[in-house]
Nanobody, 127 residues
Framework: QVQLVESGGGLVQAGGSLRLSCAAS????????MGWFRQAPGKEREFVAG????????DYADSVKGRFTITRVNAKNTVYLQMNSLKPEDTAVYYC????????????????????WGQGTQVTVSS
C-alpha cells in the first residue's frame, strides 16, 4: 500500500514558479513509476508528467514541455514537480499518483494504470 501527500501549491502570477512535492509512504514506493496529473474546473483529469522507478526516464505533456521538470529522490520517498514560466491555463488541482507495476521503464501517460492517488494541491496562476 502507498499513501501520497502533495504540497507546494498556491497562488502565483503568470511567469512565476512553484515546486510541488509528493511525499510517499510505503516500502515499495521506490519500485513504482510516478506521475503528476491535473484537473481544471469543468475539464477531465490530464497527464502532466511522469518518471520511471529509477528516475532515468521521464515523459511530459506537450503543454508543459520545456517548462516543467519531474524528479524523484527515492531516499526521501519524494517526487517533485518544478513548474516554471507558469501560465493561467496551468491553473488546476494537481495530483500525484503511483503506478504499482514495479520496475517499469516506460511511463504511463494515461490515468488508468495509476492505482494510488494523493488528495491534490491547488495551483492558481493569475494573469
Amino acid at each position: 500500500q502507498v499513501q501520497l501527500v502533495e504540497s507546494g501549491g498556491g497562488l502565483v502570477q503568470a511567469g512565476g514558479s512553484l515546486r510541488l512535492s509528493c511525499a510517499a509512504s510505503g516500502r515499495t514506493f521506490n519500485n513504482y513509476p510516478m506521475g503528476w496529473f491535473r484537473q481544471a474546473p469543468g475539464k477531465e483529469r490530464e497527464f502532466v508528467a511522469g518518471v520511471s522507478w529509477s528516475g532515468g526516464s521521464t515523459d511530459y505533456a506537450d503543454s508543459v514541455k520545456g517548462r516543467f521538470t519531474i524528479t524523484r529522490v527515492n531516499a526521501k520517498n519524494t517526487v517533485y514537480l518544478q513548474m516554471n514560466s507558469l501560465k493561467p491555463e496551468d491553473t488546476a488541482v494537481y495530483y500525484c499518483a503511483a503506478d504499482p507495476r514495479p520496475y517499469r521503464l516506460v511511463v504511463a501517460i494515461t490515468s488508468i494504470p495509476y492505482k494510488y492517488w494523493g488528495q491534490g494541491t491547488q495551483v492558481t496562476v493569475s494573469s
